[in-house]
């Protein structure tokens, strides 16, 4: 069985900071992907990472793809209230499988 | 662009009945999955749908169905509900051979 942690599982921060939100498996992934999601609505893609090592910028969210594909990380810089959500991060792990793994999710709030 | 439509928003059910959830994915996307979402669980796969062909199916008893038309269009069944059913329930539609999911709002179903 497939399993995404994701740590930490709360994070309450004030507006400026800079945060972490890390997602580990020992499992690979064909791709990993972020989504964020506010109370009573479905989750929103971010970004999808496919390859090891792989970097992207979202403005002020970056993502990270482990080398070995069995991680990632999310960092926001200058957390803005507006970031407040549930973090989750999700991996596919490709061919004929058409279902995501999830991880439980960070509850990031962030206080004017 | 209309995105993932899932009716109805909410529903609440007595112990022993059976409902049914319905999704409409954004047009042009074949394929249709379904999640249960749970604060204990997080989100857990169900069942994904390709061109009226069940993919691949989660680990939930055969309580729980699906099915999709030849419009892409998908409903999920539960049959003999239990009081542990309660949950959002989360479809999600994608392109063929692309990374990223996009959401519907959900259904939250509440069963008494």
């Known amino acids: 069985t497939q399993l995404l942690e994701q740590s930490p599982q709360f994070l309450s921060i004030q507006e400026g900071e800079n945060l972490t939100v890390y997602c580990n498996s020992s499992?690979?992934?064909?791709?990993l992907q972020w989504y964020r999601q506010e109370p009573g609505e479905g989750p929103v893609l971010l970004v999808t990472?496919?390859?090891?090592?792989e970097v992207k910028k979202l403005k002020r969210l970056t993502f990270q793809f482990g080398d070995a594909r069995k991680d990632s990380s999310l960092h926001i810089t200058a957390a803005q209230p507006g970031d407040t959500g549930l973090y989750l991060c999700?991996?596919?792990?490709?061919?004929?499988?058409?279902?995501?793994?999830f991880g439980k999710g960070t509850l990031l709030t962030v206080n004017p | 662009k209309a995105g993932v439509t899932q009716t109805p928003r909410y529903l609440i059910k007595t112990r022993g009945q059976q409902v049914t959830l319905s999704c409409s994915p954004i047009?042009?996307?074949?394929?249709v999955s379904w999640y249960q979402q749970t604060p204990g669980q997080g989100l857990q796969f169900l069942f994904e749908?390709?061109?009226?062909?069940?993919?691949n199916k989660g680990n939930f008893p055969g309580r729980f169905s699906g099915r999709q038309f030849s419009n892409s269009r998908s409903e999920m069944n539960v049959s003999t509900l239990e009081l542990g059913d309660s949950a959002l329930y989360l479809c999600?539609?994608?392109?063929?051979?692309?990374?990223?999911?996009?959401f519907g709002s959900g259904t939250r179903l509440t069963v008494v």
């Open positions: 999600a539609s994608s392109i063929e051979d692309s990374y990223g999911y996009t």
């Open positions: 990472v496919v390859t090891g090592g």
């Open positions: 749908y390709f061109s009226e062909t069940q993919r």
């Open positions: 047009s042009g996307h074949r394929s």
């Open positions: 499992s690979v992934f064909s791709s």
């Open positions: 999700a991996g596919e792990s490709g061919g004929s499988n058409y279902k995501l793994t």
